[in-house]
């Protein structure tokens, strides 16, 4: 039985929220700001008229900036030298048109920096049954047609990383760099993504932490190149310098705004997106102090996204002595503590609780994509920040699955989708001894028994980029195999060519739903050689070379 987690769905919901300063104020946060929440009708310009008659002069109180309109919240800007932060705080909270009010925190980065570089090379995968997941699905595309996208808050990322650039996200509908909002999305030039501290698409520094959350989630597979993502084919949204509380806020809103716009559109502005990875929190906090940010995952899952959490870094029960995100009471979020790699057994040093902890993944030892400053490395990488990308990575596989029944309502129903995709990723752990009765499922994440759940459901097959998967044996003696997934269940041409470049087979193949598109064919009566198989039609062609014996 899996333990879910409710909550407040940030905007629509409210409760009255009482919470001791004294935690909250011993936390690193931003000097003179605080972050507030008011209710739909209030008038901003009241409020801040009614808390600055309570505050000296000097404290110069002023609205610095909206950071999530629809929901209504700001970032108050004061003078702390002149005034009485905790007074200032509780008349926040006491005041009838304010829903929460809350200091803006400083979250930390949760890695454990390796000191191996090259040990056990993506060896978790395996653990998760990756091989054979990808067997039926490699990322892309929802039922032919959704790209899927998957947010990801960090400081920044290398860009340039060769095995990054494929799969970074774009605003196709923004023209860069012009200073107007070509979509009407509400930011201006958002083509790379969302930087809330810049109000820009900045990209942010290129840092080893947020390259390697990208990798794990997602660099581009089956290129010859470096290492490969949970997904080979999926696109990645860059949510730059996320920092303080303000900017994480603010970089939810955007993923959030680009999903409602995808959304309400049909797809025709916006961006599919799915899931957000954050690998950052506070240890030892209570979601009192942080009612804003618990907030926003209930008001990012009534869109349809999910998020994934990394839990504290420490042998640690977070029911008891708290933890942020962990605690957040969402069931639109997943917390995951890490496990080993080769063993799946708990991690010593990685919380856990019944209560808010939902299953553990690879973390100490990943081996995946890096960066040095702006040059592109490989090498381990550790902690519930690569325990964490391994889940956010799976949920935007299963939404690569072509099963109109598991994930078809993606887009008119969003949340109840998004539920579901929550509920089958979470049933189908892989029972861990060590993670019994101190996590919701008692398990770690098993890739493949999620997508054979989805198989049983609705014997789902791969759907994405025209793409030849494997060919085996190679080289041929007599028969050969050759899987690959397509976009359509249109007919397809097959073609044989030798060095030569002239043709010696041709038949049509017509891929079928359900199906595990693989074609077969004797080809003992072939002189032995090199030859290349193609298969497309119009002018989507994709071509492997093979060995004849």
């Not at 303000?246 to 959304?263: C, K, P, S």
């Not at 199906?515 to 080809?523: E, G, Y």
Request: net charge neutral; hydrophobic share 40%; charged share 20%.
């Amino acid at each position: 039985m899996i333990s879910l987690k409710k909550g407040l769905l940030l905007g629509t919901l409210f409760v009255e929220i009482v919470a001791s300063t004294s935690f909250a104020q011993s936390l690193e946060r931003r000097s003179g700001e605080m972050l507030v929440q008011l209710r739909p009708e209030a008038s901003p310009a009241s409020v801040l008229h009614y808390l600055a008659m309570r505050q000296p002069p000097e404290a110069a109180l002023s609205w610095k900036k909206v950071i999530a309109p629809r929901w209504h919240i700001y970032l108050l800007s004061f003078d702390e030298t002149a005034t009485h932060t905790a007074a200032l705080l509780q008349a926040a909270r006491q005041h009838p048109d304010i829903v929460a009010a809350q200091w803006n925190h400083r979250v930390e980065e949760r890695a454990t920096y390796p000191n191996d570089p090259d040990w056990s090379r993506q060896k978790g995968f395996e653990l998760i049954g990756m091989p054979e997941a990808w067997d039926v699905a490699t990322g892309g595309l929802r039922l032919g047609k959704d790209t899927i996208v998957v947010a990801v808050l960090e400081k920044g990322a290398l860009r340039t990383h060769p095995d990054l650039i494929p799969n970074y996200w774009f605003n196709w509908k923004e023209i860069p760099n012009n200073g107007r909002d070509d979509d009407d999305n509400g930011y201006v030039d958002d083509f790379r993504g969302w930087n809330p501290r810049r109000n820009s698409d900045n990209p942010g520094s290129p840092a080893f932490h947020g390259t390697a959350v990208n990798a794990i989630i997602g660099a581009k597979g089956n290129n010859n190149l470096g290492v490969t993502g949970i997904n080979w084919n999926v696109r990645l949204m860059n949510l730059a310098e996320i920092t303080y509380e303000d900017e994480i806020v603010a970089g939810y809103y955007y993923a959030a705004t680009m999903r409602r716009l995808y959304n309400e559109t049909n797809g025709a502005k916006g961006a599919f997106v799915v899931a957000t990875n954050a690998s950052f929190g506070i240890d030892n906090a209570w979601p009192r102090d942080f009612p804003l940010w618990c907030a926003v995952y209930d008001s990012l899952g009534k869109v349809g996204i999910l998020s994934v959490g990394a839990t504290a870094n420490a042998n640690v029960n977070v029911d008891l002595v708290g933890d942020m995100p962990s605690t957040c009471p969402s069931e639109y979020l997943i917390v995951v503590n890490n496990v080993d790699q080769i063993t799946g057994r708990k991690i010593t040093e990685t919380g856990y609780g019944k209560t808010h902890v939902d299953l553990g993944a690879p973390g100490d030892g990943t081996y995946t994509a890096r960066s040095e400053g702006e040059s592109p490395t490989y090498g381990t990488f550790n902690g519930t920040s690569a325990a964490a990308p391994h889940v956010t990575g799976t949920i935007a596989l299963l939404y690569n699955l072509s099963c109109p029944t598991f994930i078809g309502d993606a887009l008119t129903q969003p949340a109840a989708c998004a539920r579901r995709v929550r509920d089958l990723l979470l049933q189908s752990v892989a029972p861990e001894p060590s993670l019994a009765n101190i996590t919701t499922t008692g398990g770690r994440l098993h890739v493949a028994n999620a997508i054979r759940s989805v198989q049983q459901l609705c014997d789902g097959t791969p759907t994405g980029p025209l793409e030849i998967l494997w060919l085996r044996p190679n080289p041929v003696t007599d028969e050969v195999q050759v899987r690959f997934q397509t976009p359509t269940y249109q007919p397809y041409r097959l073609r044989i060519f030798n060095m030569l470049g002239q043709l010696i087979y041709e038949s049509d193949f017509t891929p079928e739903p359900f199906n595990a598109n693989i074609w077969k064919h004797n080809l003992a009566h072939l002189p032995q050689g090199v030859y290349c198989l193609s298969i497309g039609r119009n002018d989507a062609w994709r071509s492997v070379k093979f060995v004849k014996k």
